[in-house]
């Protein structure tokens, strides 16, 4: 297989990664702490493992299984504390001890997402909702701008799922996304389970937004489980990570890979972790429709 | 509404309890549209997110806590605390800094004053546990040292450190909340100052019972006070103090960082 994480390295001012970063076997799955060990006893069939780097900024335990862990597996991380929509600038410190992390552990991918967290000095643990606007975008724009060029890097940033709708969108959230890589450079981090949540929470149309996305700026996609809460007479689709991706996400994502193309992709599970096991199946689950979509490419361009 | 605004308004709907989320200022609620499902349902959600989360973090930070007074009112006692101190970093497993002199002030927890204690204890533990890597004292670094200059040296403690005195008996009480079947119910009435050195000499944080004069020695080398100082300072104050023996003792356990 092609090495995938360059092959979407469009020539821009920020490099991608390094070219010997890239990876053979599409598919990984998020590294929690309770799967450390057995991952080390006996590395799973992934290609790669993705890793929240706040869960690494102090020394210890955490650190010490993912220097082991690295040894074995490509790593990719997965910033949630950047804040890059906030309106004020991305934490120094926060840059400076996520930037110790990439000299050290070398992910091929790094990214975070189209949302904002922190206000004043508040950091409030969540990826809350922004309003589509120009000052959203700008600002946005400034924030990843500061991140890439302290970190000498491109990186990729995600869809959000939202459970508010504002009023003053000035645009839909295809073109906030495109508009970010094409104003700086970043690349798409497309969040597959997160665009459904997005159809069901806003009415709007998932294949719509998947052929409207700029496909040369996809450089990652993500696939996880969803809850489905009761709101009054109404349902609320919540982005939870903590069960199988749903098969109508599944159906979506089959969708995406035939337009976008194959695309690292990741497993996402963030509580009430299943065994391991249950992620490497889903893992390789992703794995047999890119096969699939890729087999059927070729034999439809051979015949 | 501006961006900064909108964000400002929407951290302190999230900080303030549940059932006061629909007092946000009119022009907050304007910028939603509500379609099917009400802006306070919508709220809610984030809400139970942002406190939900931040709620864990504590639980997993303080399980002697919540042994002690049990899920309801640990989760009571840090809804509040989260109201009043947000975390200030994105570094979440951190959070937590200051919920031992909140419990001071948090008035159903008046009767049970050990809380404070076993609060400090438990943020010294998680401290330690997350601390930057350090490289310990080696054993022959001393000896290295000119003699002439010995007395002028700073010994380090490592970045994990936290020096604890309480007049409840921390560790019993730390042993009976983690396995009451095999462990004594601790004596809370006995007056008995209990002084622990809490540190990760590698992967695994441990928990040292210190005697006065080491407890003395320790916390003036924490302040930085040269070698010679601080024994001078210590033997005032505890004429047996055995330094010698302080010093293997402690370059055993790894207590010092290489100089
Ligand atoms: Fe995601």
Redesign the interface.
Known sequence: MSKLATSHDVSRAVPFCPPDLSIDDPVGIGLRSPHYQEIIDQPPHLGWLEVHP??Y?????H??YLKQIRQDFPISMHG????LG???PV?E??LR?FKELIDIFEPFVISDHVS???????????L?P??Y?Q??LN?LCENIDRTQSYFGRKILVENPST??????NEMPEYELLNALCEKTGCGLLLDINNIYVQSHNH?IDPIEYIDNVKHENVGEMHLAGHIV?K????T?L?DSHNQLVRNEVWDLYEYAVKRIGSIPTLIEWDQDFPPLETLVEEAGRARSIIERVTAGKQSHEAG | M???K???Q??ET??RPVREIQECEDDFK??????????E???K??HN??VG??SE?LRVTFPLLENLVGEDFLRAMSRDFIFEN?????????YGAGFDDFIKTYDPAKSLPYLVDVATLELALNTA??????IALAPDALAQVPPETLGDVVLNLRSSTTLIASPYPLESIRSFCLDADNNPAPDLTEEHTCRLLIV?PA?EVSIISLSEDEFEMLRLLQDKVPLGTAVEKTMDAFPTFDFTAFLQKHTVLESFTSL
């Open positions: 706040e869960n900024f102090g020394g210890g335990m650190r010490h949630v504390g950047l804040s906030s309106d004020q934490d410190q926060h001890q904002w967290s922190a206000s004043g000095n508040a950091h409030l643990n969540d809350l922004l309003p606007t000052e959203t600002r459970y508010l709708a504002f009023n003053d009415g809460k709101a009054g007479e109404h609320i919540i | 501006k961006l900064a909108f964000q400002k929407f951290k999230m900080f304007a910028l939603f549209s509500e379609g099917d499902i009400s802006l349902e919508r709220l959600v984030y997110n942002v989360s931040l973090v947000p975390p200030t970093s994105a570094c979440v497993h951190m546990y997350y601390a930057s890597d350090d990760r992967l």
